[in-house]
Structure formats: structure tokens, C-alpha cells
């Protein structure tokens, strides 16, 4: 409790004014404080008459503890400290993937790249439910796949991963690192920026190490020192001007360097999932240490205490209703046990009116129930009229003249299926209100409903059986159309054909058109 405290104590000073309040009314209350001044002290013992019980509970003793509870709520008391609303607890991470060319070396089974999308699987398995973002980048940076807990996705873009999709060759760790904080500068949740790669260039050192953002840094280096050859096809490496096969080695020097001068965790590779343990750690202690800096809210703990403020105000809730009998009335249904029914129906009767019980129960779809509540009769007659029983709805309604429930009669009249009744309901309520536009509207239907006499003419039945005089049909016409539908759903099934492509190649044009826009 050492960090118990209140938000708002200056509310505490309402503490001064119940006990200021408490002692004046016990001092209006001091029969001998009144006389000691006009009756010598030696009769007005014998004069007073003391009450014989000072425990009773008075209204005072409500008002001052009602005072007492509510400016200790108001004040706010606090011990610990909670995280804003919809913050997560998991931290989003985004990845960015080195493919540049030497990622395709062999140095580690089976190559660079193929580790590095093993790890990202064995983060999305560890991180179940977290949200993840891929980005891609060696001379050119871009985003494969924003924020999202779909892993299923994030697995299939990962995997189509490969050097040959970027436009631009080389490596620019510096231009990865702009790409994903722009990725993610909407992002309220404090991240984490994972680094996949074979080697950090120096060009790239004072940008990681001038960043300032709301994310961390984590670099995992992909490789050995010994290196490898670059595997450029199935059975083919990659060559120098002088046909020597090229060995890549990873850049531990570099990486050692990166972590002393910018003080970014790095770690290579490993067999095991001791790397990824590692990476999480990471990013949950930087996600700890950047909410710590925020400064989370005190939770206000005040609000616990509305519930004895609530019973305490009950007991004034009702006219007539006083202290001494009300709280010995409690006091016997809690100790008496009674039915849960009758005692819910004493509290109904004794804390709301007949129309407020109509309203709870037409509010729970119960309209049966309140109907036999509500006191007002217009509501008893909605109720009646919800309950499907529109001949009581009609006498309810009708027990008040004016322009809502003429037309609630109409309603009631045409629901039952006497549309000249409605009909005459609805002029009714017309006269009383001119411009009504749904009385009109419903005026409108309600005589197309009331049936017609028929005439003598009309009212001999035709024989159904009776042929036509002549039948065609347009054969040409409906050829023309069944073509036309044909024709076009065979054009849209050619069309999603003609389109459908990998991840790869989507990934491939996307990434051409971005490093074209951002050459431009």
C-alpha cells in the first residue's frame, strides 16, 4: 500500500463539512448547551430529561455517512496503475527481410534466406496472436504485408520470398529502416523493428543509431564467418569478372560494431529456437519499458464505493419512507429468507411506480405483463397492441381523445383486419393533425384494403379453364438475350482466368512500381 494515494484530494474537504454539519445539528440538538446560559446548573439536571438510547439511527447519521462514503469516492483512492484502453499486450513486431543477393548463400542450410523464413516461423508459432508486419528490402525498400495476426497469410507471402524480386540490387539497411517506421507510424502500441539480414553496411550505422522512434531496434545476423558460395540456380554459384566462385561471409565485425556504437541488441543465428527466445525477450522487455516511460494512469478505484452509496440513498428513495422502520424492514426480509419472487415483487412495489414497472417489462419484450402494468393508457395500449390483442389495444386508446390515439386506433383497426374502421380512425386523427404525413401515408393504404361491391357485371366468375384467343411467343427475342448472358459469362470466367497469378509475381510488379515511383 506504500503507493496509496488520491487522484483528487482536494474532495476529502467535504469530510470537514459532514463533521462541521454533524456538530451543529448536535448542538441545536443540546438541550442543555440551550439553557445552561438562562437555568442554573444545579436545577437543569434535574429539569432535562436524557434519551435513553443514543445508538438510534437518524437521518443525520445517513446524511453524514452519505457525505463521508461519496467525497471519498470523489477524491479517487488509488494503489496501482493501469494500462490505457485498448492498448495491446502483446507488441507488434515488423520484420524486414534482407534479399539482397549474397542472402542466397549456402553457408547455412540451405541457404541464407530459407533460415531467415524459418525463423519468422518459429516467431509467428511463439507469438501466437500477435500482430506481425513483413517488409522486404536490398537496394530498394518495400512493405509485403502490413500489421495483421493472420498467419496463415503472413506464411504464404514469407515463403514466396526471393532475391530475384527486387528491382534494385545492393543492400540499403538505411532506406529498410525509413520504409518501416512510415509502415508503422500510425501504430499506438510500442514495437519492435527485427532486422533479418547477413550484414549491416556502414552507411547505415548513424541512421540506427540517430533513431529516435517509438520502436526498437533488433538485428539477427543470418551466416557464419567461414561464408559460402551464392547459389544462383540449381546446380550454378555466383562467379567474379575472373570466374572465381564469390564467397559471402557474414559480417560479424560489422554486426559487433553496430552493437557497441548504437547500442542495438544483435545476435547470430542458431540451430535452435534460442534465437527466438531471445528476440521475444526483446521485444517484450521494450514494450515493459516504453509504457513505464509513458507514465500509465492510476486506476480509480472510487467507483467501488457507488455501490454502498446506492443502498444508503435507497432509504430515501420513497416518500414516507424514514430511517428507523425502513432499515429494521431490511434488516427482517435479510434474516427472514422469503421467497426471491416476493420479496423482488415488495422492492418492485416499493421503489417504482405502476407505469415504471410497465416500462421494464415492455422493455424485456414482456407485453403481456406490461399491459397489466402500465397505469397510463396510452402505453397500456401499445403494450396491448405489441401483445397481438388489438381489441383491448382499441378501448385502451380510446380512453384518451387526441390525434396519437386516433391514429394508435387505426393502427390497432387495420392490424385486425377492419379496414374501414381504420379508414375512419385515421381521418379522425387527420382532423386534429392536418399536416400528419404517416397518417396520410397509412390513410393512403388502408383504403385500397377496404373491399369494393362488385357490380352485377363483375360478378359472374370466369371459367378458368376457358383458352385463350390466340398465345405468341418471341422466340427471336429470348434467343437474343440467352446469347447476350452466355456470351458474358463466358467472357468473365476467360478473364479471372487470364488473371490469376502467384504471390511472387505480385509481389514482383509491386515492388518494380515503387521503385520506379520513388526513382521518379
Excluded at 398465345?471 to 427471336?476: L, R
Amino acid at each position: 500500500m506504500a503507493d496509496f494515494h488520491f487522484l483528487r484530494p482536494e474532495w476529502l474537504l467535504a469530510l470537514a463539512a459532514a463533521a462541521a454539519l454533524a456538530w451543529i445539528v448536535s448542538r441545536r440538538e443540546d438541550v442543555r448547551a440551550r439553557w445552561r446560559g438562562t437555568i442554573a446548573a444545579h436545577l437543569l439536571d434535574h429539569l432535562v430529561v436524557d434519551r435513553r438510547s443514543r445508538l438510534r439511527l437518524r437521518p443525520l447519521h445517513l446524511t453524514v455517512a452519505l457525505i463521508a462514503v461519496g467525497a471519498i469516492a470523489a477524491a479517487g483512492p488509488t494503489w496501482e496503475r493501469e494500462q490505457p484502453p485498448f492498448v495491446e499486450d502483446r507488441a507488434p513486431l515488423a520484420i524486414a527481410i534482407d534479399l539482397s543477393r549474397t542472402m542466397d548463400a549456402t553457408d547455412v542450410a540451405p541457404t541464407r534466406l530459407e533460415r531467415a523464413k524459418l525463423k519468422v516461423r518459429d516467431l509467428l508459432e511463439l507469438r501466437k496472436g500477435a500482430r506481425t508486419a513483413i517488409f522486404a528490402y536490398a537496394g530498394s525498400a518495400h512493405m509485403v504485408l502490413p500489421l495483421t495476426d493472420d498467419e496463415g497469410l503472413i506464411r504464404t507471402y514469407v515463403d514466396s520470398l526471393a532475391t530475384g524480386l527486387m528491382p534494385v540490387p545492393g543492400k540499403d539497411t538505411a532506406k529498410a529502416l525509413q520504409a518501416v517506421e512510415a509502415g508503422l507510424a500510425r501504430e499506438q502500441t510500442p514495437g519492435t523493428i527485427l532486422f533479418l539480414t547477413d550484414g549491416v553496411e556502414a552507411g547505415a550505422f548513424d541512421a540506427l543509431k540517430g533513431y529516435k522512434g517509438n520502436n526498437g531496434i533488433v538485428v539477427l545476423g543470418i551466416g557464419t564467418a567461414k561464408g559460402g558460395p551464392v547459389r544462383t540456380g540449381k546446380a550454378s554459384f555466383l562467379a567474379d569478372a575472373s570466374g572465381r566462385r564469390v564467397f559471402s561471409r557474414l559480417d560479424v565485425e560489422g554486426l559487433k560494431k553496430l552493437k557497441d556504437e548504437a547500442g542495438i541488441p544483435v545476435a547470430t543465428v542458431t540451430l535452435d529456437d534460442a534465437d527466438v527466445q531471445w528476440i521475444e525477450r526483446h521485444i517484450q522487455s521494450h514494450l515493459q519499458q516504453r509504457q513505464l516511460e509513458q507514465k500509465l494512469r492510476w486506476k480509480d478505484t472510487g467507483w467501488w464505493l457507488v455501490i454502498p452509496l446506492a443502498l444508503l440513498g435507497a432509504l430515501w428513495f420513497r416518500r414516507g419512507w424514514t430511517i428507523r422502520w425502513a432499515s429494521g424492514l431490511l434488516l427482517a426480509l435479510g434474516l427472514g429468507q422469503p421467497d426471491p419472487a416476493h420479496a423482488q415483487n415488495f422492492i418492485e412495489r416499493a421503489f417504482f411506480t405502476p407505469d415504471q414497472l410497465g416500462r421494464m417489462a415492455y422493455e424485456r419484450g414482456d407485453y403481456a405483463t406490461a399491459a397489466g402494468r402500465f397505469a397510463d393508457p396510452m402505453w397500456r395500449g401499445v403494450a396491448l397492441y405489441r401483445a397481438g390483442r388489438y381489441d383491448e389495444a382499441v378501448e385502451a386508446f380510446a380512453q384518451v381523445d387526441s390525434a396519437q390515439s386516433w391514429f394508435d386506433q387505426g393502427n390497432a383497426h387495420a392490424k385486425a383486419g377492419r379496414f374501414a374502421a381504420a379508414v375512419a380512425s385515421y381521418q379522425e386523427a387527420l382532423e386534429r393533425r392536418p399536416d400528419w404525413p404517416e397518417a396520410k401515408a397509412n390513410l393512403a393504404i388502408v383504403r385500397k384494403l377496404v373491399p369494393k361491391p362488385k357490380k352485377d357485371d363483375e360478378q359472374e366468375a370466369q371459367d378458368p379453364n376457358e383458352k385463350p384467343d390466340q398465345v405468341k411467343f418471341d422466340d427471336k427475342g429470348k434467343k437474343g438475350k440467352q446469347g447476350e448472358v452466355e456470351l458474358a459469362r463466358q467472357s468473365a470466367e476467360m478473364w479471372m482466368r487470364n488473371i490469376q497469378t502467384t504471390p511472387a509475381e505480385l509481389l514482383a510488379r509491386k515492388f518494380a512500381i515503387e521503385a520506379q515511383r520513388g526513382q521518379r
